[in-house]
């Protein structure tokens, strides 16, 4: 009898089947020791946080390590900006983001796409409280399953400005970003268009990426 994958690699599967050609995603369980993983100058750019988060920020450095390492870049430290975004080395764009159990990273050279976006959510229901601030009148989100329709939507919301924050340094709101889930397209307040795509099983995922 064949076993069915683990979570990481159901989810490994999911993330390679939606990403853009050149665009190399990964995810790993949030382990117990995971804060190990974040080089000195990591942790030390990542101010005094909750054990569960500087874990969480540990196992998403770790994936992206691995993902840098297999375009050829070894021994780079991803720091934590000031405006909490990461710090990518030159000619290298990506996107980080953790929930409660499972970290996921995106990277990429910087070509057709200048900049990328990425969140993980649990393939849960959003709570209507959380629903009624995140989704707009302007929002669509079509042939999504209508359980999980507004988790994607808050994904997106999320990846998008994760895309959109290192080109603009705009602080934007829900309210500030319209997604079309079928048409695969989100719009910032300022204009800034972003493309969108995702997978629900075994976790909701989204990728927003900037095309040049
Ligand atoms: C970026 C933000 C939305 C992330 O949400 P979160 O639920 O805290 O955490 P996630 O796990 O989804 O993502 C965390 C990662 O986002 C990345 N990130 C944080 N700020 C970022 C920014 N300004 N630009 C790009 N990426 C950013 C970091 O890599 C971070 O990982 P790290 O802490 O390990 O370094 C949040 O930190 C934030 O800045 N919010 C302010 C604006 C906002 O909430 N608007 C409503 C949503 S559109």
Not at 108 to 126: H, K, M, Q, T
């Amino acid at each position: 009898m064949t076993r069915p994958p683990s979570p990481e690699a159901a989810l490994a599967e999911a993330m390679a089947a939606i990403a853009p050609r050149n665009v190399r995603t990964g995810c790993r369980l949030i382990g117990d020791a995971d804060e190990a993983h974040l080089l000195p100058e990591e942790a030390r750019s990542i101010p005094a946080r909750q054990p569960a988060m500087r874990r969480a920020s540990g196992a998403a450095r770790w994936i992206a390590h691995r993902l840098l390492a297999d375009i050829g870049i070894t021994d780079v430290a991803i720091m934590r900006a000031p405006s909490g975004a990461p710090v990518w080395p030159d000619g290298i764009i990506g996107s980080l983001a953790h929930d409660d159990d499972m970290a996921v990273a995106a990277v990429a050279p910087v070509g057709g796409i200048v900049s990328l976006g990425i969140d993980v959510e649990p393939a849960e229901p959003l709570p209507d409280d959380i629903f009624a601030i995140v989704a707009t009148g302007a929002d669509r989100t079509g042939a999504a399953d209508p359980r999980l329709a507004g988790r994607i939507l808050f994904a997106a919301k999320e990846a998008v400005y994760k895309a959109a924050y290192p080109l603009d340094r705009d602080v934007l709101g829900y309210e500030d970003i319209a997604v079309d889930l079928d048409a695969g397209r989100a719009t910032t307040k300022t204009g800034r268009m972003v493309s969108l795509a995702y997978c629900v099983v075994p976790r909701v995922v989204v990728l927003a990426f900037v095309g040049e």
